[in-house]
């Protein structure tokens, strides 16, 4: 794959910042990363294109039987069970509208977030997915909220299924593109072993 096919969200900010600005010491330090270049235009395109979409549960047999297995995987994790349900039946929808496995999400957000929708990183990802907030500004969508739940999560499961197109399916080039740490699979160990619990 191409370097230029990844635009890791650390080095997007620094650009958007100014490339004078030093990048932190642990993203030299840890990360294999390619060098910056325009916003991914076909990711903008599908974020724009998939921010309203509709339910994904079509069968009540099939609605219930995956929300009550995910729910006691879930119950460590969150443990008020109105807001598993809640939980479980966002991941399902927005991943089903994604094109996404609904049980891969769940191991990204435990590996990123560990399920805490107000979690903002060091280099500024927010919500549950740890999306980084210029998508906003790139879809003309600057009021979104990326706390609010149903949006951080329409906005990661776009954005990893976009990933997972561009390295042909390869899951850990994919996971490690989401993550910003192309060149390195010790994050996509991480959820690949999470991904284990969820299915």
Sequence with gaps: MKSSAFKPALFLIWALLGSALPLPAWSQANQIVAPVEAIDSELRKLLKNHIEQADSFTDRFDAQAWLMLMDGRLEKYVKNPDQRLSLLRAVH??????????????????IESHFDRFAISPVGA??????????????????????????????????????????????????????????????????????????
């Design 93 to 110: 929808r927005e991943a089903t509208a994604a094109g996404v496995k609904p049980e891969l999400v769940l191991a990204v957000i435990e």
């Design 126 to 199: 927010q919500g549950i997915m740890q999306v980084m907030p210029f998508w906003k500004n790139e879809i003309g969508r600057p009021d979104d909220n990326l706390i609010d739940l149903n949006t951080n999560l329409r906005y990661g499961c776009i954005i990893l299924k976009h990933y997972l197109e561009v390295a042909d399916g390869h899951l850990a080039e994919a996971l490690a593109r989401y993550n910003g740490s192309y060149g390195s699979y010790r994050y996509s160990a991480k959820v690949m072993d999470a991904w284990d619990n969820w299915r």
